[in-house]
């Protein structure tokens, strides 16, 4: 829950189950480079008392955590501990356009191997979503003078970035694959955190504007949108929009949590449907995979038959 951190819920859970055993024991699995051993090190900071080290090493590539770690102790009362696990990689990304930009996002964060996609391809992608996450004012604007308006083209941004950056080559010319590789590297480094700020939380939101009254400018991190609507969100698959009857209605005295709340369990709730559906299409299934079971099927019946078969000619009917 929005207002319980995570280290309460986890202490919460051990206190609640102390008649089972005197201890909490957490398995930490999911993809990789995802922040498994950062979140790990930042509920140890906050369970244990005191200074403590960074238990767990981590990286801005894939696969530093190859084996089970060892225990790692994330409170002392209750006593609560956790293992680290190396990411799981799903073995199918999916099918269509879907797949495509699933295996786009993981290497953004760097999730997959480096090199399976071109970096002028990422780039494009993530110049797209920016300007969806934000219309208004784009993460990616910090990085140049004020008042440089967005822009959908992903040519000239590259140019605009190779200027501003000074990456040119001999005779002037912009460098843009240097600009590539480097507006790749700040969403990992600093672009996904920027671009992810709560944009209302502990602050008031500005309601649309009445009748005849003309509209404030964009907030940098929550924009306005003419039709009294504000759009936001937090990386890729968390985004929402709010109508001007949604920010009528909105109760602003706990800083927007329950609103954030709502759209995660939206946006669970949407992804489920979404993984049902492919289940139930076999979306999720490779044609290698499918091809697979269906050698499998054959192989199945085909000794079935000859169990059948036998079956029958020791009972003499054969």
């Not at 005197?22 to 509920?43: H, R, Y």
């Not at 219309?135 to 990085?143: E, G, I, N, R």
């Not at 992810?196 to 500005?206: D, I």
């Not at 299409?281 to 085909?302: I, L, W």
Request: charged share 25%; net charge neutral; hydrophobic share 35%.
């Amino acid at each position: 829950m929005i207002d319980s951190p995570p280290m309460n819920t986890t202490t919460d859970i051990a206190k609640e189950n102390a008649h089972v055993s005197n201890e909490l024991n957490v398995l930490v699995v999911g993809m990789p480079n995802v922040g498994k051993s950062t979140l790990l090190n930042a509920l140890r900071n906050m369970g244990i008392p005191g200074p403590t080290s960074k238990a767990l090493r981590t990286s801005a590539s894939p696969g530093l955590t190859r084996a089970l770690s060892t225990r790692l102790k994330l409170s002392q009362e209750p006593l609560v501990y956790s293992f680290d696990s190396p990411g799981v990689m799903l073995p199918f990304l999916g099918k269509g356009t879907l797949g495509a930009e699933r295996g786009i996002k993981l290497a953004l964060i760097a999730g997959i191997r480096e090199g399976l996609y071109v970096d002028e391809t990422l780039a494009e992608y993530l110049l797209y979503r920016l300007n969806l996450l934000n219309p208004a004012t784009p993460a990616y604007l910090s990085v140049f003078a004020p008042g440089t308006p967005p822009t959908d083209d992903v040519y000239d941004f590259l140019d605009m970035l190779a200027r501003r950056l000074h990456m040119l080559k001999r005779g002037g010319e912009c460098d843009t694959e240097r600009a590539t590789a480097w507006f790749i590297r700040w969403w990992r480094e600093e672009g996904c955190a920027l671009s992810a700020n709560a944009p209302f939380l502990g602050q008031s939101l500005p309601g649309p504007p009445e009748s005849g009254q003309a509209s404030e400018p964009a907030d940098s991190a929550f924009p306005h949108q003419a039709s009294g609507a504000q759009s936001g969100g937090w990386g890729f698959d968390f985004q929402w929009k709010l109508s001007a009857a949604d920010l009528a209605s909105m109760d602003t005295s706990d800083g927007g949590a329950q609103l954030v709340q709502r759209e995660m369990e939206r946006v669970i709730d949407e992804f489920t449907e979404r993984v049902e559906s492919e289940i139930k299409e076999g979306e999720n299934v490779s044609a290698t995979q499918q091809k697979k079971r269906g050698k499998e099927e054959r192989q199945a019946k085909r000794e079935r038959r000859v169990q059948e078969m036998l079956a029958r000619r020791r009972s003499g009917k054969g």
